[in-house]
């Protein structure tokens, strides 16, 4: 059976910094770290490795996969890019509880840490229509939002203490992002 405590979806575009800050801050919690990109389809991988925007119908099956490893996983730090309301809801309905918390990093910080990137399947020619399709907050969703300019050790224990505070109860707390 699922921990009491919910799990948490480190958001944010590509080069946010979602996997290395929710490693260390899983580390510091004492859960597991998953990354959402490990369970995108083979197809998923190389359409965006081809510089091609994945569409609701390609995430549908990666988005169930994820909702269900937050679910069996829980209390775990997921990174995840979760970037439209649609997709959020879609995971706190297979996983209640969870909460969320976005790396919010300037454009031009983002462009950098993609220019120097090595080894991932993400293109910096799909910055635009992930900019393009992260949604903020919608009525009632609560999103903390970190500012992904800091140290990731700085970055690292928010997240962890995010996890440490979050109620038992499905309606965890959190700053609406707008």
């Keep these: 059976m699922p921990g009491s405590r919910p799990s948490l979806v480190l958001m944010g575009v590509s080069a946010a910094g979602k996997t290395v800050v ?27 490795a081809r510089g091609i925007p994945l569409d609701d119908a390609d995430r549908a099956p990666w988005l169930d996969a994820v909702g269900g490893e937050l679910r069996a996983a ?23 509880g969870t909460l969320f918390a976005l790396l919010d990093v300037p454009r031009a910080v983002l462009e950098q ?10 293109p910096a020619s799909l910055l635009d ?18 500012d992904g300019v800091q140290s990731i050790a700085s970055l690292a224990a928010q997240v962890a203490a995010l996890v440490a505070e979050a109620p038992d109860a499905p309606d965890a707390p959190g700053v609406p992002v707008g």
Excluded: W
């Design 22 to 48: 929710g490693r260390q801050a899983a580390a510091a919690a004492g859960i597991p770290f998953l990354d959402a990109d490990d369970l995108h389809p083979r197809a998923n991988v190389e359409k965006m």
């Design 129 to 146: 229509s992930q900019l393009t399709a992260l949604e903020p907050a919608g009525q009632g969703e609560r999103i903390v939002r970190l």
């Design 113 to 122: 840490r993609l220019a120097t990137r090595r080894g991932h399947f993400m």
């Design 74 to 96: 829980a209390p775990c730090i997921m990174a995840c890019s979760a970037l439209t309301r649609r997709y959020r809801a879609r995971l706190r309905e297979l996983a209640p």
